[in-house]
């Protein structure tokens, strides 16, 4: 699959942050578990999905276990002119809140940032490298347990979870949901 292809056909930036994070969490149940919980809207402490336990991810072979935070972060076109430096930002808010001693936030065992931005991959200065610099930085155990799920990503486990995209139906143009799907 054309990842950049099946990107740009299939614009996950005309969902809305809601309707973002009810997809991301959607995708969670069906790849770390059903026991995957997500939150309604308000103050989430972090964690805009939840699970507790092993799951199937990151690989068979490699199960993860503990406590799981799945984190939605939708960027609008109108947020900012850099989606690259507006995740990072938006990543380190998160990480100072955990690390604030007078916080009610618990850090998690496992981080999954879900985006709709791709974060890019140049070596050592790209967004996903300095993404993880920045929870080792907070946290050094954390950055071992770290994903960030981009546009990209999200697009791949949607064509691998049928079900999950068929809700998509209603929200979008079927041979817009069918492309991204396939391709």
């Known amino acids: 699959m054309d990842l950049e292809v099946a990107t740009t056909s299939y614009e996950l930036t005309r969902l809305d942050s809601n309707t973002f994070e009810h997809l991301v969490n959607s995708l969670a149940l069906q790849v770390i578990g059903a026991g995957h919980t997500g939150f309604g809207p308000g103050s989430d402490g972090g964690r805009d999905g939840y699970f507790e336990g092993a799951g199937n991810y990151p690989s068979q072979r490699e199960s993860w276990s503990g406590k799981w935070y799945v984190q939605s972060k939708f960027h609008a076109p109108h947020l900012s002119k850099d989606s690259q430096k507006w995740l990072l930002e938006q990543i380190e808010i998160e990480l100072k809140a955990f690390a604030d001693a007078s916080s009610k936030r618990e850090w998690p065992d496992i981080w999954i940032v879900a985006t709709n931005i791709d974060p890019s991959g140049v070596p050592e200065t790209g967004a996903f490298d300095r993404a993880r610099q920045l929870v080792k930085k907070y946290n050094s155990k954390l950055a071992k347990r770290f994903h960030i ?18 809700f998509l139906g209603n929200l979008l143009p079927r041979d817009m949901l069918y492309e991204a799907c396939i391709s």
């Open 149 to 166: 799920w981009g546009g990209a990503k999200i697009l791949d486990l949607l064509s691998q979870n049928e079900r999950v995209a068929s």
